[in-house]
Every structure is written in structure tokens, then in C-alpha cells.
Nanobody
């Protein structure tokens, strides 16, 4: 069974940091480009970042450049998202996803508020 399980979300103050993790199982992790998408309250899905199978190529949405860093550890079948300088606009449910078929996990809530 394919599973993507996100963790690491929570409540953080503006300017703070969080590190999200996504544990993958049930498929060959390094066969896939992986990424993070998010959905803010009342808004549609937005691609945040993705990373190639070997980590050599990355993409960031414009508003995340310089603040977020995506990485992966294929030996551990785990995807990460380091988020710094968080603002209230980053409040959303963050989903780990496979780029090729948009298969997603259940998500982890990130709330940025003072």
C-alpha cells in the first residue's frame, strides 16, 4: 500500500521556522520526483516546491524562494521541507506529493500566528 505520511506541522510565531517531514512507503521512492503542495484556508492547492529523484534539481514557487528548502533522503525514503521566516500567509495544510501522479498524503497543518 502506497503511503505518504507528513509530520512536523504546528503553531509557530511569525518569523519562526518549522521542518516538515514526509515518510514514504509502498513504492520505490527514488523513482519519483517529490514535492510539497499546500492549501490555505478558502484557497486552492498551490505547489510549494519539488525535487528531482536524486535531489539535483529543485523548484520553488516565487514566494518561497530564499525561505524554504526542500531535500530528500532516498536511503530513508523521506522528504523534507525546511521553512524559515514564516509569515501568516504561509498558514495552510501542507501535503507531500508525487509529482508524476499527484498522489498526496493526508497533510500536516501549519499555522503562523502571534
Amino acid at each position: 500500500e502506497v503511503q505518504l505520511v507528513e509530520s512536523g506541522g504546528g503553531l509557530v510565531r511569525p518569523g519562526g521556522s518549522l521542518r516538515l517531514s514526509c515518510a514514504a512507503s509502498g513504492f520505490t521512492f527514488d523513482d519519483y520526483t517529490m514535492g510539497w503542495v499546500r492549501q490555505a484556508p478558502g484557497k486552492g492547492l498551490e505547489w510549494v516546491s519539488f525535487i528531482s529523484w536524486n535531489g539535483d534539481s529543485t523548484y520553488y514557487a516565487e514566494s518561497m524562494k530564499g525561505r524554504f528548502t526542500i531535500s530528500r533522503d532516498n536511503a530513508k525514503n523521506t522528504l523534507y521541507l525546511q521553512m524559515n521566516s514564516l509569515t501568516p500567509d504561509d498558514t495552510a495544510i501542507y501535503y507531500c506529493a508525487r509529482l508524476q501522479d499527484d498522489y498526496r498524503g493526508q497533510g500536516t497543518q501549519v499555522t503562523v500566528s502571534s
